[in-house]
């Protein structure tokens, strides 16, 4: 190749169908300094997210089969401002790994990234492969709008066949990362460990009295006492709506539930619509 990805990748080729080597290479790349709060690991569990929750059961259109968001107009999506930096981070290991697809090198990478942060393990199996430029791409508006509430989670999830209790549990993806003011208009983390997968989240959408942020921004909530967490409208949702404040209460007591439920819930995720031969066992 004319530009070779950095000597650390390249240094042990890799046989196709070496996972644990792209393993080794995503780790390789998440630890930033100048990067946010030091990790890419949120952005890549995002990119992972987004890939996938194109999917609408139905017609088993979407999700990350093909990585489509390579191409407009997804790339383009407003839902997707920012991933750009998710995906460009791993060029270098496609480079060092030019056998995996870029649609199970990205739910692989949001996988990884979810256990380097101290998360569970998530089952996760290859199978995806990529389309073509052309290829159809579903409607935009496929996924959540974080300014609409309780309808609106269970009409988008529900569209992907999850529930009650796989929204609560895959929205406390949330206790990672922060809103980025330039991506999505929003701004700050939900927690004070946003590179530390746990459920912190669900503890402080309890524990804290959240009240509108005074700003010219769009809606969100802040903490009243340190204003410096963040909730969404629809993060608001999972208190008022009763259904899913109960498993609120049940992830903030027991992390291990939650670690559970959510490896079994991510993992469908990044799995639906996804044409795995019958036979397959999960890697
Ligand atoms: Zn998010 N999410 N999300 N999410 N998300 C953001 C950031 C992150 C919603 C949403 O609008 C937003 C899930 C569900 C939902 C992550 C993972 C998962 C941001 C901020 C918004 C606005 C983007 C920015 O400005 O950079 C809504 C409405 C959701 C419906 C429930 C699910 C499910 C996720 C994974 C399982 C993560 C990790 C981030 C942090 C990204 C980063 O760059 O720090």
Request: proline share 8%; net charge neutral.
């Amino acid at each position: 190749p004319l530009s070779g990805p950095p000597a650390l990748l390249t240094s042990k080729p890799s046989t196709p169908g070496d996972y644990a080597a792209v393993r080794q290479s995503i780790a390789g790349v998440l630890d930033n300094n100048d990067y946010d709060d030091g990790s890419y690991g949120p952005v890549l569990v995002r990119l992972a997210w987004h890939a996938s929750g194109t999917y609408a059961k139905k017609d088993g259109s979407g999700g990350s089969n093909g990585a489509t968001m390579r191409f407009a107009p997804e790339c383009e999506w407003a839902a997707n401002a920012g991933l750009a930096v998710a995906r460009k981070l791993l060029e270098p290991v496609k480079a060092a790994h030019p056998w995996i697809s870029y649609a199970d090198l990205w739910t692989l990478a949001g996988v990884v990234a979810i256990e380097e942060m101290g998360g569970p393990v998530v089952p996760w199996r290859p199978g995806r492969s990529d389309a073509p430029d052309g290829a159809k791409i579903v409607p935009d508006g496929r996924l959540p709008d974080a300014k609409q509430g309780a309808k609106h989670l269970r009409d988008i999830f529900g569209r992907m066949g999850f529930d009650d209790k796989d929204i609560v549990a895959l929205s406390g993806a949330h206790t990672l990362g922060r809103c980025h003011p330039d991506r999505s208009g929003f701004s700050g983390p939900w927690t004070n460990a946003p590179t530390t997968f746990s459920n912190l989240y669900f503890q402080e959408l309890l524990n804290n009295k959240w009240v509108p942020k005074k700003w010219d921004g769009p809606l969100q909530y802040e903490d009243a006492k340190t204003q410096s967490l963040m909730m969404l409208p629809s993060d608001m949702a999972l208190l008022s709506d009763r259904t899913f404040k109960k498993y609120v209460n049940q992830y903030a007591k027991d992390e291990e539930a939650f670690f559970k439920d959510f490896a079994v819930a991510f993992s469908k995720l990044l799995e639906l619509g996804v044409p795995f031969p019958a036979a397959a066992a999960k890697a």
